[in-house]
């Protein structure tokens, strides 16, 4: 199992040493720059305001000061919570986000752990975090975080299952589950006996692409499908009675999950750490992958912030019907069409 | 196979203390997250011995549908934190002699299949790989297969009609 990355022989315990090390960066470093760049910065320009400006040069330690905030305040139990499970719920969170990074390869020796059935693992590990919504919106002994909590259900099962099918159309096409299996094949891929640039999924699974896009929306709770926070509504859903280091831990699982979902859609749909139509050798993809990989999930997750920034909220049924009677039916006739255009070509 | 044993001491110890609670607890939101950790556990043993497939089957299904379903039931109908007084029943003997009878048809089943085969984690009797169980489910068993994929859409179906009588 010891690879040799950059042509550096390494026993197996320093390649999990590094594995380790690169799977916190890999969960940690997007996240911040997705809350910055994103959440921050592009959000204020489209609101025509500056944002922070004050810490660091151009607000760009605004994130640290956030957090050192956070992690002075008290951790407060609301009276009658459940402690136990209060203090457990932002834990499984964040603990089902890093797992699913595990399976994201960052180029062709790098990556965390290269399972066969890597995609579907990815999709099983994220659905975990439901049961932490549900723990904090139940302990929360709070009528308002447990709609929160009721609502987040609801909406993560019915997009879950959108997410899955249109994830169905990449592996018919892919032929494996396997998430470097799926890089190699577009890199490797023709359209229409044209090899030049691969094929990249994006433009045989357009229809793959939008449903993944929209159902990784509403499995992240951003707007327009941010019901279960409504502040309107519900204060702040099952976050209304946490504070600092566990709301840390919910804002990070936010974002990282964000981080995730997109890493996950550039590998289905972008082609993943490979670029398309020129090949290096694998040591130097060893560390221009990563740099690709995360020029690809910023684009994604762009998208995804464009689309939180621009629409007004869904309400609840609209939500429901939207996920039930358009997505399922539009992502299964999707992938029958690609079994059948797999099967004749 | 020795770190493999030792991990599945480890997982089973923990599996059998939660399954223990599951049913001891007085609450039924912590039953339900008690039994989360057993199905998890469920799944590691089915990764120690290279079943990766049903493994993950087993975190998707069971942990990310089957328990949700059942907590946002209980958090829809009934669900005080704190110790609540009617969980308990005058059936628990019944319950326990089911329970020891289960014990006992699945101890002679696993010996009378098993006895004292050493199982290697690539050997014959192995789990199979991914590609394996499709083979087998769309070749092997492809009837069985589509004949209970059909009476769970009628289940489906029928749970829907006789909850929307009007």
Partial sequence: MSSGVLAVDLAYWQVTI??????????????????????????????????PME?????????????????????????????????????????????????????????????????????????????????AGWASANKYSLMGGLRATGQLIAYELPLVLAVLGVVIQAGTMNMQGIVEAQRNGEIFGFGGIGNPFILTQFVGFALFMIAMQAELTQPPFDMPVAESELVAGYLTEYSGLRFLLFFIGEFATAGAFSAIAAVLFLGGWALPGISFDSNLMNVLGPLVMLGK?????FLVMWFRFTYPRFREDQLQIFAWKFLIPISLVNIAVTAVLKVAF | MVAQNIFFGIIAAAMVVSAIKVVTTKNVVHAALYLVIVLAG??????????????????????GAVIVLFLFGIMLTRARIGHEMDVDNERRWIAGLTALLLFAVMTYALLDAFDDTDIEANGALAPQATQAVSDSIFRDYLIPFEAVSFLLLAALIGAIVVARRE
């Fill in chain 1, 18 to 51: 590094l594995r380790v090390l690169g799977l916190l960066a890999a969960v940690l470093l997007p996240a911040g720059t997705i809350v910055y760049v994103f959440l921050f910065k592009m959000m204020s320009f489209m609101q025509s305001r500056l944002g």
């Fill in chain 1, 55 to 135: 810490a660091g040069p151009y607000g760009s330690m605004q994130l640290l000061a956030e957090v050192g905030k956070w992690l002075q305040k008290e951790d407060l139990f609301p009276d009658g919570a459940d402690r136990k499970v209060f203090a457990w719920a932002p834990i499984v969170v964040v603990v089902s986000t890093f797992i699913m990074y595990a399976v994201v390869p960052f180029g062709p020796d790098a990556w965390f752990a290269d399972l066969p059935t890597g995609i579907f693992f990815a999709l099983a590990v994220s659905s975990v975090s439901v049961i932490g919504i549900l723990m």
């Fill in chain 1, 297 to 301: 999930m910023m684009l994604v997750v």
């Fill in chain 2, 42 to 63: 469920v799944a590691a043993q089915f990764i120690l011995v290279g079943a990766e497939f049903t493994g993950v089957t087993q975190v998707l299904v069971y942990i």
